[in-house]
């Protein structure tokens, strides 16, 4: 059973990096999409965006709220996602979760999920 | 943009029926997935493509999915069941995923 581990949270200045980690286990990622989730403290779920496995173009589609600011990749041999975040702002405080979609071409359900990763962004 | 609507809240007595709806124009014409997150933990897909149940998911929880409405339903409702719930759909004229506000299930 495949098992997803985020890293990397913490706390950062606004205007910081941070690079989150989301490795896999007991399975490789295949060509499987990869997606990121959010929630701020006491607030829904939101969507960051995605990544498409190799055999489907790895291709990636982000947020209106990240756009231009994040970045997704990943090393498939490593079964390592990675968020790169650039220019955090206060309000990309949250709790950080890497998904798995349910079926391997799509990016409708995901069945995988790890357990977060907070990241606090504040002066 | 397109927008999933759910009620805020849901009270239900055990043993009862709950259901937790999710609102969108025609999402009868799209896939609907709902989660259940329980505080502190990560949220759980319970029901997928409007009405399939992931494995270990009890029977008790099916899913629906026409016109303008998707609807979670959850038979013989447990205390264990006390939970926010989230509908979830890949929009695919934008290739983004999207959620409704989130349903907070209580149990009386």
């Known amino acids: 059973e495949v098992q997803l581990v985020e890293s990397g949270g913490g706390l950062v200045q606004p205007g910081r990096s941070l690079r989150l980690s989301c490795t896999a286990s007991g399975s490789t990622f295949g060509d499987y999409t990869m997606s990121w989730f959010r929630q701020a403290p006491g607030k829904g779920l939101e969507w960051v965006g995605f990544i498409r496995g190799k055999a489907y173009g790895g291709t990636t589609e982000y947020a209106a709220s990240v756009k231009g600011r994040f970045t997704f990749s990943r090393d498939d041999s490593k079964s390592i996602a990675y968020l790169q975040m650039n220019s955090l702002k206060t309000e990309d405080t949250a709790v950080y979760y890497c998904t798995r979609a349910a079926e391997e071409a799509s990016a409708d359900a995901f069945d995988i999920w790890g357990q977060g990763t907070m990241v606090t962004v504040s002066s | 943009s397109y927008v999933l609507t759910q009620p805020p809240s849901v009270s239900v007595a055990p043993g009862k029926t709950a259901k937790i709806t999710c609102g969108g124009n025609?999402?009868?014409?799209?896939?609907v997935h709902w989660y259940q997150q329980k505080p502190g933990q990560a949220p759980v897909l319970v029901m997928y493509?409007?009405?399939d149940r992931p494995s270990g998911i009890p029977e008790r929880f099916s899913g629906s999915n026409s016109g303008n409405t998707a609807t979670l339903t959850i038979s013989r409702v447990e205390a264990g069941d006390e939970a926010d719930f989230y509908c979830?759909?890949?929009?695919?004229?934008?290739?983004?995923?999207?959620f409704g506000g989130g349903t907070k299930l209580t149990v009386l």
């Open positions: 025609n999402i009868g014409r799209k896939s």
């Open positions: 493509y409007d009405s």
């Open positions: 979830q759909v890949w929009d695919s004229s934008s290739d983004h995923v999207l």
